[in-house]
């Protein structure tokens, strides 16, 4: 077999393991530190494994498996875009697709352009896959949140209506969760969790 | 849909946060701290991804995956022992049944029985995707022991033989990555890494 190939394969699992080190906004439910998005990713895929039985449409689990395993890697040079953060979210996109160029193009040709659709699958939302691991990347930090005693949202004053209008595209993947998301949000805002809307 | 069902799958996705709070022996590449049991089971997920085209047999990809991502649940109770540790490894087996017994349980039985499966699948190592896996669960921290300059060996004075011993069941599931890894393990003796075989 070829060891080029195999080295860089190699050289790309080592750069990834920097996804250990990026901090997100969430905090970890012992509330001791903030979750990075190295583990947030492995959370996800466990959720997809159970819940996967909530999509809208059937899907594929080792798809949606794959996209989620991959779809933060570019905040190794992007930084994780906080999604309350309006002025991040304006070059977010330039700035993720040059770190998915670098990034990606460590892997041999063939799976750097596999990464990088199964990357670009997942932003986009358009197959059925998409949606449901989009959804699954947006409720999970509201379960964070609102087990946690809403601490990631009360350090930044964050509203019930900016929650809603933030996430609802959840209902996308799934109209189950997200029904049930929007009963949290409720019950958020009674706890003082969340800030009432505007 | 059944709210319980749903309430209980919850119950499970808070519990394994603890996952992250799992400590293991290797470090990070950055170097700056311990990896913990979430991050490693979500960059076994990316090197499965990678590297499913070495193993010695078709694998399930998706399956592979999902063995992955529950692996380590069993640790939230019983911790990660170290693989050259050999009084900790006297009772791990009992311990981690007791863990399996406890956390599984936290789901609905249909999904309880699935995932225990899933992780007695993985131990027992009888299926070409569970053999593959466990290969790659061996392989992962050789890889950052050596990249890392042999960090966590040198720590505990760990010898050539005794990684070759541990590890060589990987060569079940990827002869090719096996020899790559005993080519990396004469190299890291001859760079000081490794304490020479006794």
Redesign the interface.
């Known amino acids: 077999?070829d060891?080029e190939r195999?080295e860089q394969?190699?050289r790309?699992?080592?750069e990834?393991?920097?996804?250990?080190?990026v901090e997100r906004r969430t905090y970890?439910?012992?509330g001791?530190r903030h979750?990075?998005s190295?583990?947030h990713?492995?959370?996800l895929?466990?959720?997809a494994?159970?819940?996967a039985e909530?999509a809208n449409e059937p899907v594929?689990?080792?798809?949606v498996?794959?996209m989620l395993?991959?779809h933060d890697l570019v905040e190794i040079d992007a930084g994780d875009t906080f999604c309350y953060d309006a002025e991040g979210a304006k070059d977010r996109a330039e700035r993720e697709q040059r770190a998915a160029d670098r990034i990606f193009n460590l892997?041999p040709p063939d799976?750097a352009s596999r990464?990088m659709e199964l990357w670009r699958e997942f932003e986009a939302r358009e197959s059925a896959e998409a949606r449901f691991a989009a959804a699954l990347d947006r409720l999970?930090p509201l379960?964070?949140n609102f087990?946690g005693k809403g601490s990631s949202w009360q350090e930044h004053g964050i509203r019930a209506d900016q929650v809603r209008e933030r996430n609802r595209h959840a209902r996308e993947g799934s109209e189950?969760l997200w029904s049930?998301a929007e009963s949290l949000i409720t019950r958020a805002v009674e706890e003082g969790y969340l800030q009432p809307p505007r």
Chains 1, 2 share one sequence.
């Open positions: 077999m060891s195999m394969q190699v790309f699992l080592l990834v393991d920097k996804l250990k080190n970890l439910l012992e001791n979750e990075n190295a583990e990713s492995w959370h895929g466990v959720m494994l159970l819940m909530y594929d689990l080792g798809h498996l794959g395993l991959v892997l799976q990464l999970m379960f964070h087990y189950f049930h």
